[in-house]
């Protein structure tokens, strides 16, 4: 078998399409704020979580208005467009693409009519019986012919936005309690329409989702670090089966299902960023534990103990005071390489990770290194790891991974590569050694990382690990990322993400009949 390779995290390589995290979410609710920069910041500091789109939406109470286009946050927004987005409330998106192809019409939030007004959904997860969902949608409303489905909007939170539509004897919050328990899978919405913003986490609480308090308002948000980042102090965390709505009259909570926690385990392992907290455990604490059980799991001689930026750092710390072992720098990362449009020349591709991450010789030269990282999935980006310490001077290199061998497909958020795929597949840790060309290879045991959550095994989502999946998952034909683009193939201009969006430049190109059509 041809067995692709590169690591998880880091984007080093260029073109080296590794698995991504999940989306991030951001709502406020604040009179006499401007919300829409607030939104911007709280996305801003939530950019780890999703780099393909951003989107922010707001309302003024009488109207709902959105912004939203492909690229980063500080690409698509500025300060004259921020101005334009008048209001009191705003829900905000930055995308990683797990259902739907990456493509403008699939920026968040969505945009969708109900029957008193308009509804904007910000969603992180992923759902496992969209195609249940859109059978819903097709019994309820025939072949969508208007709306984001129409334009060709092929996620799930599109086929959520369409649901949430109710009816005139039910009002926007009376329609989403009878709606979320229908839905499953992962999911953490974040929505309005003209005078509320809402909030729901799936019964599992795979993703994180927080509440927070400005002096004149209520912040919701995938981490904590958004709320610190709009001076928003840090209430409690929105429980799993939990819906909030969030008005003049405060915030009011209700259940729409049992707690079932499942909590996805490689949130602390890599997604989060080190300072969020996950259900009451500091992310960085899990991550330096990891790294000291780790050192207690597989003892090495070695000169120093060096991370691999940034998402190895805390893992080395650990590593490095358990094991005795001197902590040092072993790589410069370029601060100002990100991701780019341009394509890198032949040349410079065969460089590969140097045009973002260089060794340090003089710390490096004929040293025993143990190099630490949070994981490998494919190989590709650790074999460049390796070899760039070698040709830095490295007398021996021996990896070390705070997570455990990934085996398996996620199907709740995050986008990690094929099974066939997976490095860990059916190679044996020896073969692994073998492929990225260390002199020795050790990952943490699953108890150990277990253990450093400070969570119990039963609240924890393991399935990328285990392949134990605690939410059912639909037959191999009725989910996949492109699924809606199967069942549902639009013909319009937004299948392509080429739909400019009204008042966009481009707007010129859309005919009568799609701006009839348009939400």
């Known amino acids: 078998m041809v067995r692709g390779d590169g690591q998880l995290s880091h984007d080093l390589l260029p073109n080296e399409k590794g698995p991504q995290d999940a989306c991030g979410v951001f709502g406020v609710w604040a009179p006499g704020e401007e919300v829409a920069k607030l939104a911007y910041y709280g996305l801003y500091a939530l950019q780890h979580r999703g780099q393909e789109s951003a989107g922010i939406a707001t309302s003024d109470g009488r109207r709902i208005n959105v912004y939203k286009d492909m690229g980063l946050v500080s690409q698509v927004f ?93 009002s926007l919050e009376q329609t ?74 405060g915030v009011r909570s209700s259940r729409f299902a049992p707690q079932t926690s499942a909590g996805c385990v490689f949130e602390y392992v890599y997604l989060a960023r080190p300072d969020a907290a996950i259900a009451g455990r500091s992310v960085y604490e899990a991550r330096v534990e990891m790294g000291r059980q780790l050192a207690r799991e597989n003892s090495e001689v070695g000169d120093i ?69 949070d994981s490998i999935v494919r190989g590709n980006t650790q074999r460049a790891v390796v070899r760039m310490l070698r040709e830095a001077g490295a007398a021996e290199v021996h990896v070390k991974i705070s997570s455990p061998p990934v085996r398996w497909p996620c199907f709740y958020g995050i986008d990690f590569a094929s099974r066939a795929e997976l490095i860990a597949n059916g190679a044996a840790v020896e ?52 699924f809606l683009e199967r069942v549902n193939p639009a013909d319009k201009i937004g299948a392509t993400g080429c739909d400019p969006g009204p008042g966009a430049e481009l707007e010129v190109l859309l005919t009568d009949d799609d701006k009839k059509e348009r939400v």
């Open 78 to 170: 500025d300060e004259p467009t921020l101005n334009t987005l008048k209001g009191h409330i705003a829900v905000g998106h930055c995308r990683y693409s797990t259902t739907g192809s990456s493509l403008w019409a699939n920026a968040q939030p969505t945009l969708g009519a109900t029957a008193a007004g308009t509804v904007a959904l910000a969603h992180n997860g992923n759902l496992t019986n969209s195609a249940e969902l859109y059978e819903m949608v097709l019994a309820r409303h025939g072949k969508p012919r208007a709306g984001e489905l129409a334009q060709g909007n092929t996620t799930d939170t599109a086929l959520v936005t369409a649901l949430l539509g109710g009816d005139d004897d039910r």
């Open 305 to 373: 103990v060096i991370p691999v930026p940034e998402s190895g750092t805390p893992a080395a710390v650990g590593f490095a005071e358990e094991s005795g072992i001197p902590f040092a720098h072993g790589f410069v990362k370029n601060a100002y390489v990100g991701r780019t449009f341009i394509q890198p020349s032949e040349t410079l591709r065969q460089l590969g990770i140097r045009l973002k991450l260089n060794a340090l010789e003089s710390v490096i030269r004929g040293k025993r290194i143990i190099v630490v990282d």
């Open 176 to 249: 989403a309690l009878e709606l979320l328990p229908a839905i499953h899978g992962a999911f953490c919405f974040v929505f309005m329409d003209e005078g509320t913003l809402y909030a729901a986490r799936d019964p599992h609480g795979v993703r994180p989702l927080v509440l927070g308090r400005l002096e004149r308002g209520w912040v919701v948000a995938s981490e904590q670090a958004a709320l610190a980042t709009v001076g928003a102090s840090f209430i409690r965390e929105i429980e799993p089966g939990e819906f909030i709505a969030i008005d003049e009259d």
């Open 431 to 482: 073969e692994i050694t073998a492929s990225i060309r260390a002199d020795s290879l050790a990952y943490i045991s699953e108890d150990g990382m277990i253990d450093a959550t400070q969570q119990p095994r039963e609240r924890l989502c393991t399935a990328c690990f285990t392949g134990k999946y605690p939410i059912p998952l639909a037959d191999d034909d009725r989910r996949g990322k492109e």
